[in-house]
């Protein structure tokens, strides 16, 4: 049982369902265009409305199409999304009136068991009134007017709403355990792990997560660029007996940015850099039939500057050819073009087939660990000491760069800052050692460090 009543919104291509969303969960997560068929996989969210809270689904419009179409099965998705909701808002739209597809979608939404909620949205003006009476003919109780992009009919869509989710909190609570005090851990856990898949299109990203979730949630076929909304998943992933909580984003994929010229498609590749940024652990997906290519490398480079943690996992390892020399040829490259990170982890998966999967959700969970490490002020002293008795800093000009000592300021990614004098006339061949033995020897491998140098504020230091 999820923890909040799960609301749908249903209705054919571009009569405003990705904005009232976007209204509904309080920010721009959905992309919306005047072109139609923006959305393709559902979307979710979570919704509030004058104090109600509940989970708010996206859909894709609503189309008469063969299921083996890309219209069709995104219709498939949205017929399912139906099913497993608690109520379904169906928005028409008010200024073009109600249309035959309208007509279609009503007919479909009465057979269901779903509890329905009708929407005429653009209501406002006169035109917008005579889609509102037209509605009634679809057969739905009182239809409710609403402007998704002004925000007008909320309180009436507050009254319609408002039994559903009561009801279904009212369940919730009853179904609950009763608390016990005292039994929370001091240091609270880290919560769900976070873990984003991007890559080039057509790599496999979303049948790389249905595989792991074990079922068809996200739209897949052999057209490029079919995601286009980055679409979170809640997962639960079993080992040796315990369940770990993960959200996973799929993301639409990133080609060179000299090909993205559609507006689209920019938005689109803007949402994949942003759910990066709110990424812990980031799996760079490469097509192994296809290679290592620059794009990756700027990919790979793009989320390193952002301090996440990175892995590569070479997918469809199933059909691809001489694979030895290609995970030689990946691993040989990813060293050389990301240098500023060594030992980021290189996997061989097929999310057709499901190979490699746990072994890439272990090491994810591995990376993550490592990225909020923080080691403790006086063993990275004991470290930093040694490593400047070994190696000195140099002496440019004559003189002396002299390193007093170390603090690790934050985690995720793990940044230190070291104190000295003379500290911006240290080389950056000197800041390439200090980093390079905190992986070695403080366990830092794999994962961006961020190092900063500050200045002595005492002017008789020397």
């Given at each position: 049982?999820?923890?909040?009543?799960?609301?749908?919104?249903?209705?054919?291509?571009?009569?405003?369902?990705?904005?009232?969303?976007?209204?509904?969960?309080?920010?721009?997560?959905?992309?919306?265009?005047?072109?139609?068929?923006?959305?393709?996989?559902?979307?979710?969210?979570?919704?509030?409305?004058?104090?109600?809270?509940?989970?708010?689904?996206?859909?894709?419009?609503?189309?008469?199409?063969?299921?083996?179409?890309?219209?069709?099965?995104?219709?498939?998705?949205?017929?399912?999304?139906?099913?497993?909701?608690?109520?379904?808002?169906?928005?028409?739209?008010?200024?073009?009136?109600?249309?035959?597809?309208?007509?279609?979608?009503?007919?479909?939404?009465?057979?269901?068991?779903?509890?329905?909620?009708?929407?005429?949205?653009?209501?406002?003006?006169?035109?917008?009134?005579?889609?509102?009476?037209?509605?009634?003919?679809?057969?739905?109780?009182?239809?409710?007017?609403?402007?998704?992009?002004?925000?007008?009919?909320?309180?009436?869509?507050?009254?319609?709403?408002?039994?559903?989710?009561?009801?279904?909190?009212?369940?919730?609570?009853?179904?609950?355990?009763?608390?016990?005090?005292?039994?929370?851990?001091?240091?609270?856990?880290?919560?769900?792990?976070?873990?984003?898949?991007?890559?080039?299109?057509?790599?496999?990203?979303?049948?790389?997560?249905?595989?792991?979730?074990?079922?068809?949630?996200?739209?897949?076929?052999?057209?490029?660029?079919?995601?286009?909304?980055?679409?979170?998943?809640?997962?639960?992933?079993?080992?040796?007996?315990?369940?770990?909580?993960?959200?996973?984003?799929?993301?639409?994929?990133?080609?060179?940015?000299?090909?993205?010229?559609?507006?689209?498609?920019?938005?689109?590749?803007?949402?994949?850099?942003?759910?990066?940024?709110?990424?812990?652990?980031?799996?760079?997906?490469?097509?192994?039939?296809?290679?290592?290519?620059?794009?990756?490398?700027?990919?790979?480079?793009?989320?390193?500057?952002?301090?996440?943690a990175l892995i590569v996992a070479l997918n469809k390892w199933d059909i691809?050819?001489?694979?030895?020399?290609?995970?030689?040829?990946?691993?040989?490259?990813?060293?050389?073009?990301?240098?500023?990170?060594?030992?980021?982890?290189?996997?061989?998966?097929?999310?057709?087939?499901?190979?490699?999967?746990?072994?890439?959700?272990?090491?994810?969970?591995?990376?993550?660990?490592?990225?909020?490490?923080?080691?403790?002020?006086?063993?990275?002293?004991?470290?930093?000491?040694?490593?400047?008795?070994?190696?000195?800093?140099?002496?440019?000009?004559?003189?002396?760069?002299?390193?007093?000592?170390?603090?690790?300021?934050?985690?995720?990614?793990?940044?230190?800052?070291?104190?000295?004098?003379?500290?911006?006339?240290?080389?950056?061949?000197?800041?390439?050692?200090?980093?390079?033995?905190?992986?070695?020897?403080?366990?830092?491998?794999?994962?961006?460090?961020?190092?900063?140098?500050?200045?002595?504020?005492?002017?008789y230091d020397e």
């Amino acid at each position: 049982m999820s923890r909040f009543a799960t609301i749908a919104i249903v209705g054919r291509p571009n009569v405003g369902k990705s904005t009232l969303f976007n209204r509904l969960v309080g920010k721009r997560l959905a992309l919306v265009d005047d072109q139609p068929g923006v959305t393709r996989d559902r979307r979710e969210g979570d919704g509030k409305l004058l104090g109600l809270e509940f989970r708010i689904v996206d859909t894709a419009g609503f189309e008469d199409h063969d299921a083996a179409t890309l219209p069709g099965r995104m219709r498939v998705q949205t017929e399912k999304a139906v099913r497993e909701a608690d109520a379904a808002l169906f928005m028409i739209d008010g200024r073009a009136g109600v249309t035959p597809l309208d007509e279609e979608i009503a007919r479909w939404l009465r057979s269901e068991d779903t509890p329905i909620i009708l929407l005429v949205n653009k209501a406002e003006g006169k035109q917008g009134e005579n889609g509102l009476m037209e509605s009634y003919s679809l057969g739905f109780d009182n239809p409710i007017a609403l402007s998704a992009e002004h925000g007008e009919g909320v309180v009436d869509l507050f009254d319609a709403l408002r039994p559903i989710v009561e009801a279904y909190d009212a369940a919730e609570a009853e179904a609950l355990p009763p608390a016990i005090e005292g039994d929370e851990a001091e240091d609270a856990p880290l919560g769900p792990m976070k873990l984003a898949i991007v890559g080039r299109p057509n790599a496999g990203k979303s049948t790389l997560i249905n595989r792991m979730i074990g079922e068809d949630r996200l739209i897949t076929g052999p057209e490029a660029g079919i995601t286009r909304d980055s679409i979170r998943v809640d997962w639960q992933w079993e080992k040796d007996g315990e369940v770990h909580e993960i959200q996973l984003f799929d993301t639409a994929g990133m080609r060179k940015r000299a090909k993205v010229v559609d507006k689209l498609e920019k938005l689109s590749v803007a949402d994949a850099l942003h759910a990066v940024d709110f990424a812990e652990v980031v799996v760079l997906l490469l097509d192994a039939t296809k290679g290592l290519e620059a794009q990756d490398l700027r990919i790979a480079d793009k989320v390193l500057q952002e301090g996440r943690a990175l892995i590569v996992a070479l997918n469809k390892w199933d059909i691809a050819e001489d694979p030895s020399s290609l995970f030689n040829g990946v691993r040989a490259a990813l060293d050389d073009g990301l240098s500023q990170v060594k030992g980021v982890p290189v996997l061989s998966i097929s999310g057709a087939t499901g190979k490699g999967i746990d072994t890439l959700v272990r090491v994810a969970f591995e990376q993550r660990d490592i990225w909020t490490n923080r080691v403790s002020t006086a063993r990275l002293n004991r470290w930093f000491e040694g490593a400047v008795d070994s190696n000195p800093p140099p002496a440019p000009g004559g003189k002396r760069i002299k390193l007093r000592y170390i603090t690790q300021a934050r985690t995720r990614p793990p940044t230190f800052v070291v104190f000295g004098s003379r500290t911006d006339a240290l080389p950056g061949s000197y800041e390439r050692y200090l980093v390079n033995g905190m992986r070695k020897e403080l366990g830092f491998q794999g994962v961006p460090v961020r190092l900063n140098f500050r200045n002595s504020r005492n002017p008789y230091d020397e």
